[in-house]
């Protein structure tokens, strides 16, 4: 038995080339916009590591006290192998729809539209994080640099602060909606100063853990890599789902897959760059910061709840001295609005793929006649972020923090059906060879498994009304009813969806397939 590709030369060309199914369809995208070194920057900027350790760095220790560092590579781990996952579905269909064009053609309209509804609803929910924490950086950082307490305060005038936010949410849907030229540009100078900023962090805070500067500071162990010397298993998996949450935006790399030079293979490799960088950031810091100040709940101890949320902002005077722990504010601040700028990318695209393909209302479908960008997805991602913030603001802080910690939820749901839909679709193809088995199909399914795991027992943790802000709906945890809630949203908007949009659901327009090898006796 030998397998042959009964396509044409033409198409088997394309295929090879990275050209994808042909009912995937071209969206007007400007094409060659980014390159490696780009498209890594943009996946790094998304994630926004500078904000991702000061808001999860003292929670992680928090959790799993000095195996901190051992809980970022396993949170590393089912990242990397659904990494593997998005390289080969990019390689065969290079598409900017991402995880709901590849579940679409893996299992069918209805898994992959609700695919692509939780792309969008996490990546709104962050959004509106982002601009929130760039607001609340921005006045503090204006009350470092004045020495004026009130200047700071600012930010807990909630008027000054959704109107700041506001602000802040237009420019960077402007900057978006210009292209990828100019998001491209402004990237390279946010992403090196956040990590040169981190570099000279991780130097000093080395250098004061040498010479025991702080009574909490700890010697450093490789016991501190140990995962499996995690207490308890409930420890380890609220750590395990900050870890996640740390890596949470590399896959931006893909859906600008459209518009990058060699669209079939430049994303995927510029995702791993991104998860390298990423982790070796993680890791630096964390066992830096572990060792100079350790990981207790007492003064500078990163376990400290009166500090934990926000880490860099107890440890910038201590570690790095008055003047140049302003840098350390500046990039706290430079990365969230880098994220807040990069991260309008994949919900844009998303909306627009899925507007194209018939799953959303056709309007979503234009793209700019200059700037070659979704536009009208672009606007329309920022003002949802503003009036969600806003609401959210004014109903009350606990249901906005409560949605933050439901963004979990979402990321394990997309991101995992995304691996198994790897699996899947190349499943004819798993037999071929020992690579094809393992990073078509092993792997995937391996990350798939992980994540649905943390989706599950994330799922069995909300129900209880002390997760996230103690709030509660009926005697159930208030971040478990949002978490579901949003799913079931999203089953009630696709319903509505299918009654306007009937071929789509009906598998006309964007079909189930596998790469197109038939078997010959």
């Keep these: 038995m030998t397998q042959l590709d009964v396509r044409p030369p033409q198409a088997a060309a394309e295929t090879e080339s990275g050209a994808a199914d042909g009912d995937v369809r071209g969206k007007g995208l400007g094409k060659g916009s980014v390159g490696l070194v780009g498209s890594a920057v943009i996946g790094i900027s998304t994630v926004a590591p500078v904000y991702c350790l000061t808001s999860t760095l003292g929670s ?5 006290g000095v195996r901190m560092p051992a809980v970022f590579l396993a949170g590393f781990l089912p990242m990397l192998l659904v990494a593997f996952a998005y390289r080969e579905l990019n390689k065969a269909v290079p598409d900017c729809g991402t995880s709901f064009t590849w579940t679409v ?5 209805r898994v992959g539209w609700m695919c692509g509804w939780g792309l969008v609803i996490a990546t709104i929910i962050v959004l509106s994080n982002l601009a929130g924490v760039a607001t609340s950086y921005f006045w503090l950082l204006a009350g470092q640099i004045t020495g004026n ?13 959704i109107a700041t936010c506001l602000t802040l949410i237009a420019a960077a849907t402007a900057i978006s909606y210009r292209g990828m030229t100019a998001t491209k540009g402004v990237q390279y100078t946010l992403v090196g100063l956040q990590l040169a900023v981190l570099a000279i962090f991780v ?3 080395f250098r004061k853990a040498a010479a025991g500067t702080f009574d909490t500071g700890v010697h450093f162990s490789w016991q501190w890599m140990n995962p499996f010397a995690v207490e308890s298993m409930g420890a380890f998996t609220a750590g395990l789902s900050l870890s996640i949450f740390m890596y949470w935006g590399w896959d931006t790399c893909l859906t600008a897959n459209e518009e990058t030079i060699g669209s ?7 995702s791993l760059i991104a998860m390298v960088v990423l982790v070796g950031s993680y890791l630096a810091t964390g066992i830096a910061a572990q060792a100079a100040v350790g990981s207790g709940t007492k003064g500078l101890g990163l376990g400290n709840p009166e500090t934990s949320g926000n880490v860099f902002a107890a440890l910038a005077g201590p570690v790095m001295g008055p003047l140049l722990g302003i840098l350390l504010f500046v990039a706290v601040l430079a990365s969230a609005a880098a994220s807040l700028q990069t991260t309008f990318i994949p919900v844009a695209r998303t909306v627009l793929a899925m507007s194209t393909y018939e799953a959303l209302p056709a309007s979503y479908a234009k793209v700019h006649p200059r700037f070659k960008t979704p536009g009208r997805a672009t606007v329309t991602a920022g003002v949802a972020t503003g009036v969600f913030y806003t609401v959210m603001s004014l109903v009350s802080e606990n249901v906005l923090t409560d949605t933050i910690f439901a963004l979990g939820l979402m990321i394990c749901f997309y991101y995992s059906l995304t691996a198994f839909a790897c699996a899947w679709y190349f499943r004819r193809e798993l037999r071929d060879c020992a690579r094809d088995l393992l990073f078509k199909g092993v792997f995937p399914v391996l990350g798939g498994l992980l994540l649905a795991s943390v989706f599950c027992k994330t799922l069995v943790d909300m129900w209880n009304p002390a997760y996230g802000s103690g709030s509660t709906v009926l005697g159930v945890g208030s971040v478990f009813v949002i978490g579901v809630g949003l ?3 999203g089953l009630l908007v696709m319903l509505a969806t299918e009654r306007r949009s009937p071929a789509f659901f009906r598998g006309e327009v964007l079909t189930k397939s596998t790469p197109a090898l038939v078997v010959e006796d």
């Design 203 to 205: 130097a000093m805070a």
């Design 487 to 489: 799913l079931a949203l």
């Design 149 to 161: 307490d009130a200047i700071a305060a600012l930010d807990h005038d909630k008027t000054v602060h």
């Design 60 to 64: 992680t220790a928090g959790e799993v």
């Design 105 to 109: 053609k893996a299992f069918g309209p």
């Design 264 to 270: 079939a293979k430049t994303p995927g490799r510029a």
